[in-house]
């Protein structure tokens, strides 16, 4: 059984730690490059991306979080998660950085200039799953090596992406009930 991390400075991490085992995974809360190093893979969860950029330094964890991201490890990130796992961002605030790994510019906020938050079916890796958004992020641009794996209304945006070891979701699975997104994670981890 894979024990698969959830980023604990911020956001909503209980519901990732449970979706994780109801997915058959053995999950719990990282804060501390100790904990991240005993992990598996990592799931960063949805909140606020520049609180949890300040925090990552605060905490001394952007370094280590960037070096297991370079090293292979599997991650996922719901919402603000896929903003840190973006190497480029639009709207970000002031100096802003990210863990970075997928090869995208992401844009923050990017549905909210319409709505703030709303519900929407979609396909997600060829399943019909019923996706959350909260002032979410939408993929503004893919590199070659990046596969699209889901795209809502409006504008038909790029909303779930994979590459190689990272997946990234601008919806949040874990507010569902539903875990298939998670379990999708936990089987890449066990293919890695
Ligand atoms: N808008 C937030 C950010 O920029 C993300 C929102 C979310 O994770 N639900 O980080």
Redesign the pocket.
């Known amino acids: 059984m894979p024990t698969i991390g959830v980023l604990a400075l911020q ?1 909503d991490v209980r519901e990732h730690v449970r979706m994780l085992q109801e997915a058959g995974a053995s999950a719990h809360a990282v804060r501390r490059p100790a904990e991240l190093d005993a992990v598996d893979a990592l799931v960063i ?6 609180t ?1 950029w300040k925090l990552a330094e605060t905490f001394d964890m952007l370094q280590p979080l960037r070096m297991r991201v370079k090293e292979g490890m599997p991650a996922y990130g ?4 896929m ?1 840190m796992l973006a190497d480029r961002i639009e709207d970000g605030i002031a100096g802003q950085q990210t863990i970075g790994g997928i090869d995208m510019v992401v844009r ?2 990017a549905f ?1 200039r319409q709505v703030d938050s709303f519900e929407s079916d979609l396909d997600f890796a060829g399943e019909r799953v019923h996706a959350v958004f ?4 939408w993929v503004e641009s893919i590199g070659t090596d990046v596969e699209v794996l889901g795209r809502c209304e409006p504008g038909d945006r790029i909303v779930a992406v994979r590459q190689g070891p990272l997946l990234a979701t601008s919806f ?1 699975p874990e507010l569902t009930g539903d875990a298939r997104v998670h379990r999708y994670f936990v089987d890449m981890v066990r293919e890695l």
Do not use: F, K, L, V
């Open positions: 956001g969860p949805g909140g606020e991306s520049t949890m719901s919402c603000a998660g903003i923050r906020n909210g909260i002032r979410a992020p949040h």
